[in-house]
């Protein structure tokens, strides 16, 4: 490869530059909170778990430092659920499926990434950090006050009439913007540019916003769905043998985690539910 680039041809390799080999801990063996379940106490955070990327180390890094300290203190571990955020997620594939190959965090690993914008994440994440005890509890209040700002300058927009539609089907239009809206009808109190932007979102990707809240509720029910330690899942019947050599192999505990192995069908889903509501 190297002596088919132009000027290259007498090319002579001296010696390699460098090869990445590192060994790497099983990241099943991980709870939630990353911490080792044979060696309690022990946690870890990043390459060492079968991730590649600083994102990745350094998001494993916050939680594993959190729950160290916790350990530390002889306070509970704390989790962050795949539907808080992208922490959430990478953590929930790593302990609950494993890695074959360096993990890497894309968009589309998750389900609710709509719902998991970086311009909400004050309002998915400040609950948590201030109840673990990592933010003072005014920014809680400061966050709720924004959202209710947003929801009330929403309900407003709903009540207007603009152009013989509302407020809001207005701002539906690719054309139409908040601010323009604004400006012809100021709301009681003027909003922080933050608070505008969240209006504008909410308004314009409604539609997109709603299908996802209806997928997250769809996951809370497969998540409801527990499966008993020992299933014998190639007795299940109408499961694929794919489905049951998988579902043996990564063992879910919720049909919320059969449903993210890859080759579980939802065919294969409807029969572990139907076989779950029998009592198996
Ligand atoms: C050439 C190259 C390019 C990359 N480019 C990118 C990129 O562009 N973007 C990206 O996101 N990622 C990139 N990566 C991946 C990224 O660098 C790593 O995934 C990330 O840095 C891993 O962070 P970490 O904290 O888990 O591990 P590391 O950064 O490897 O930290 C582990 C640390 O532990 C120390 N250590 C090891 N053993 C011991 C011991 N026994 N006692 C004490 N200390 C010890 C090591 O010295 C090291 O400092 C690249 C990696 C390489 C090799």
Known sequence: MVRSLPGFERAVIQRYAYAVEYDSLDPTELTRGLQSRFLPGLFSAGQVNGTSGYEEAAAQGVLAGLNAARFALGLPEVHLPRE????????????GRGTDEPYRMMTSRVELR?????????????????????????????????????????????????????????????????????????????????????????????GYIERQERLREKMRDLEAFRIPEGMDFPKVPGLSREAAEK?????????????????????DLTALAVHLRRGA
């Open 247 to 267: 579902l043996s192999r990564h063992r879910p505990k919720s049909l919320a985690e059969a449903a993210r192995i890859p080759g579980v069908r939802d065919s």
């Open 114 to 206: 709509l719902l998991c914008r970086a311009d909400n994440a004050d309002e998915r994440l400040t609950p948590l950090a201030v109840a673990w005890g990592l933010r003072p509890r005014e920014d809680l209040e400061r966050v709720e006050a924004k959202y209710r700002r947003v929801a009330a300058e929403l309900r407003r927009l709903q009540a207007l009439r603009v152009e013989g539609v509302s407020g809001l089907q207005w701002l539906r239009r690719p054309e139409n913007t908040y601010r323009a809206l604004m400006e012809r009808f100021p709301p009681p109190e003027p909003l922080s540019p933050e608070e505008a932007y969240q209006v504008e979102v909410r308004a314009k990707y409604a």
């Open 84 to 95: 808080s955020g992208y922490i959430g997620v990478l953590v929930d594939d790593l302990v």
